[in-house]
Structures are given as C-alpha cells and as structure tokens.
C-alpha cells in the first residue's frame, strides 16, 4: 500500500513539475545493437514558457540495448543545447527571476534529470540557458550553454 502512494505522489509531482514541454524532432542512430534499440542522439525543441520568442532545440545522447528499450537504461550526460530569438521578445526582463528552470526530463528511471534554466544577463541584455543533468544524490558537470541576445524585430 505503501509503495502505490508512493508511486502515485511521483507520478502527480513529475507531472506538475516546472517548465516547457518538448516537442520531438529526431532520433539518429549512432551505434548499432544487435538486440534492443540502438543507441541514438534524439532533438527535441522547447518554448520559453516565460519569454514568447525564443525557441531552445536540445540533443540528448539515449541509450539503446535491452535497457534502453524497455525503459530502464540509465541515459548519459551529454547534452547541447541552442537558443534562438524566433519572434518579438516584448518581456521585462527586470520582472523574470535571475535564475529560473525552463525545461525538465527524465534521463532514467529513477531519480536523473537533464534541466534548462534560463539566467539573466541585465548589463547585455541577454538570456542565458544553461543545460546540466542532476541526479538525487549527485549531478555531472557537463553542461552546455546558448545565449539569446534581446534584438529588436522586424516580423519578417
């Protein structure tokens, strides 16, 4: 009984954890498995909930075999990520908080998560997306990193 509580309370916080949803682009195969998927690079793309026009696309190694097809594979850090001005940003960015999660997915089973946040830079007038991968425990320092300098728009 325990345990089904447990699972339901996951299941409802991941489901009302904070940031954009992705939109899968693409999977590339990059190593062959004779049994189970292969293992592939996959690009998703996300809208800053908080900032209309800006767009980040974020690869993400996944890990193929018997593991990776049922689920349970343990996917690795690494990661890029690009950010791009894709229509009029007419936020205040003096209003956005000066560091804030904009994307979130699960990278395992248990508890590994590759997150966006998204800083400010006032003195340029820049957004800054940072993406790193955490675990309960401990995270990994790879990260990559795409900035979005404020332009003006010409809507065409």
């Given at each position: 009984?325990?345990?089904?509580?447990?699972?339901?309370?996951?299941?409802?916080?991941?489901?009302?954890?904070?940031?954009?949803?992705?939109?899968?682009?693409?999977?590339?195969?990059t190593?062959?498995?004779?049994?189970?998927?292969?293992?592939?690079?996959?690009?998703?793309?996300?809208?800053?909930?908080?900032?209309?026009?800006?767009?980040?696309?974020?690869?993400?190694?996944?890990?193929?075999?018997?593991?990776?097809?049922?689920?349970?594979?343990?996917?690795?850090s690494?990661f890029?990520?690009?950010?791009?001005q894709?229509?009029?940003?007419?936020?205040?960015?003096?209003?956005?908080?000066?560091?804030?999660?904009?994307?979130?997915?699960?990278?395992?089973?248990?508890?590994?998560?590759?997150?966006?946040?998204?800083?400010i830079?006032?003195?340029?007038?820049?957004?800054?997306?940072?993406?790193?991968?955490?675990?309960?425990?401990?995270?990994?320092?790879?990260?990559?990193?795409?900035?979005?300098?404020?332009?003006?728009?010409?809507?065409?």
């Amino acid at each position: 009984m325990r345990y089904t509580w447990l699972v339901a309370a996951l299941g409802l916080w991941m489901a009302n954890a904070p940031g954009a949803r992705a939109d899968d682009i693409a999977c590339i195969s990059t190593t062959f498995r004779l049994i189970g998927a292969n293992d592939k690079v996959c690009i998703s793309a996300f809208d800053d909930p908080k900032v209309p026009g800006v767009a980040c696309h974020i690869s993400q190694a996944r890990t193929g075999g018997l593991k990776g097809t049922f689920g349970i594979a343990e996917d690795p850090s690494r990661f890029s990520i690009a950010c791009r001005q894709v229509g009029p940003i007419t936020v205040d960015i003096a209003k956005l908080a000066d560091e804030e999660k904009v994307y979130s997915e699960s990278t395992s089973l248990f508890f590994k998560h590759t997150h966006v946040y998204r800083a400010i830079d006032k003195k340029r007038n820049t957004l800054v997306y940072v993406a790193i991968s955490d675990r309960l425990v401990d995270g990994s320092p790879y990260n990559a990193i795409s900035t979005v300098p404020i332009m003006p728009w010409s809507g065409h």
